[in-house]
Structures are given as structure tokens and as C-alpha cells.
């Protein structure tokens, strides 16, 4: 019995010096020379919605890094600093988030999540600059897109509450982000669409106005369903019978009725 437990004892102890001859060996393999004179040899660039509306490509994130003397290919993996490297990337207006980490087999990873455009302001007063989903300004850039413009009398306050949810509603609509081109926003702050295809103007009335911005994103959203649930009537059992360019304006602004402009006079219906 004393036997058995001594066996016992001594596989304890065995196996508790061969874990700490393993650890050891694993921690100085990592630390060796060899780990530390590695050279990378490759850079992955990762950014998110890339295809589609964003402001970046890998090619600019790497110009970035070789602007400020960070970008790793070609440097050993112990003088590449992945925080630095992150901390300069989200500096860009255009970054969201940055991760970055060394790979054991000399490649070093990037991922960038990008801050996406929703639509491009050019109000009265000169300002020309984009919008995220948050309603968070974006530089105006080289970056061209099919995206809808916003004009007229757009100050930023106004774009940041209510220009936002009213464009991230209109591009939940696969149907309405291809047909409406341009938001114009007049004095009173009430709102004309101008649709791609159609020679009028949509008149939908002012926005729904509430200090809560979760309410107030969910109200505009209402009111705007609402408004062109409307209008798409209209262009199927209207503008489908007297014809696309038969009027200037289409004015939705109340709830029980349509009123149209015909082309080229002042007869309203």
C-alpha cells in the first residue's frame, strides 16, 4: 500500500517537471533569437464593405503606416508595434476600428472596420461633406458614389438629427435608395425629394420633430413609410396611367390627400 502511494507520488512529481520543462521550452521558443530576428514578409490588409460604399482600400492604409514610418513588411517582427500602428489608423476620420497583431509565421494582420457613408451634404451656406449612420460628419474626399445628396438650407445640427434618419430610412427602401437622387431641404425645413426616374419633385412635408433621438429616429422613419407608401401608390395607379412627365410636383404633405402640379400651368388636382 505504502509502495502504491510512493508510485503515485513519484508520477505526481514526474509530471509536474516535465509541464515545467514544457512551459520553459515554450517560453524561450517564443523568445528565441529566431522569433525575435523575424522578418515580415507580408501584410494582410483586411477592410470591412470594402465593395462597397466605403472611403478606403488597402493600397491607402498602407500609404498611412509609410506616411508615419509604420508600415511592417520587410521589418523584423520585434520592432513592429501593433497599438502604434492602431492608434494611427484610428486617427483617419474614415476608420471605425483597428486591430492589428503578429502572426508566428511572419505575416503581420490588419483589420479595419470603416465608418460608412449614408449621404453627401452640400447645403446653401458651402458645406460639403458626407454623413455616417450616426449622423457623424465625414470629410468631403476624392470618393464618389451614387449616394443621395442633401441641399438647401442644411446646417449641421439639422443634418446630424434629422437629414441622418431621414436618409438611413429612405436606403432601407432597396426600391427608394435607387429612385430618390437628391433631398432638398427648404427654409421652413420642409422636404422635396427628387426622384432619378420622373421628371417632379416629391413634396413630403416637415419632418417629425422629438428631442429624444431614439424617438425621433423611429418617428421619421414612420412619417417617412408613411409619406412614400403614398407616392408608390401614386406611381402605380397614377403616374402609370397619365404618364411619368405628366406633372412638376407631387406635394404628399397631408395625410388624406394628393396634390399634384400638372407640367407647364398652375392646375393643381
Not at 509609410?66 to 489608423?89: A, T
Amino acid at each position: 500500500m505504502r509502495l502504491s502511494l510512493n508510485i503515485k507520488k513519484t508520477i505526481i512529481a514526474v509530471f509536474d517537471v516535465l509541464l515545467a520543462v514544457y512551459l520553459l521550452l515554450a517560453v524561450t521558443s517564443f523568445n528565441s533569437p529566431k522569433a525575435e530576428t523575424t522578418v515580415c514578409n507580408k501584410v494582410d490588409i483586411n477592410i470591412s464593405d470594402a465593395n462597397n460604399a466605403g472611403f478606403l482600400s488597402a493600397g491607402e492604409i498602407k500609404n498611412i503606416l509609410v506616411r508615419h514610418k509604420l508600415y511592417p513588411y520587410g521589418k523584423q517582427l520585434s520592432n513592429v508595434d501593433p497599438r502604434r500602428i492602431e492608434d494611427v489608423l484610428k486617427v483617419s476620420p474614415f476608420v471605425n476600428t483597428a486591430e492589428c497583431y503578429k502572426a508566428k509565421n511572419g505575416n503581420v494582420c490588419i483589420t479595419i472596420t470603416q465608418r460608412m457613408p449614408i449621404v453627401r451634404i452640400k447645403s446653401i451656406t458651402g458645406d460639403d461633406y458626407y454623413l455616417d449612420e450616426k449622423g457623424g460628419p465625414l470629410p468631403n474626399s476624392k470618393y464618389t458614389s451614387d449616394l443621395i445628396i442633401a441641399t438647401g438650407y442644411v446646417n449641421r445640427w439639422f443634418a446630424k438629427y434629422y437629414i441622418a434618419p431621414l436618409s438611413k430610412a429612405l436606403n432601407e427602401s432597396k426600391f427608394w435608395s435607387n429612385q430618390i437622387e437628391q433631398i432638398n431641404v427648404l427654409a421652413d425645413r420642409g422636404i422635396e425629394l427628387v426622384p432619378r426616374v420622373g421628371d417632379h419633385v416629391i413634396y413630403i412635408g416637415c419632418l417629425p420633430q422629438n428631442a429624444a433621438a431614439a424617438d425621433r429616429e423611429a418617428e421619421i422613419k414612420e412619417f417617412v413609410n408613411r409619406k412614400l407608401e403614398r407616392v408608390d401608390k401614386f406611381y402605380c395607379y397614377g403616374l402609370s396611367v397619365a404618364g411619368w412627365d405628366s406633372y412638376s410636383y407631387i406635394n404628399v404633405e397631408f395625410d388624406n390627400q394628393i396634390i399634384c402640379k400638372r407640367r407647364n400651368n398652375n392646375i393643381t388636382e
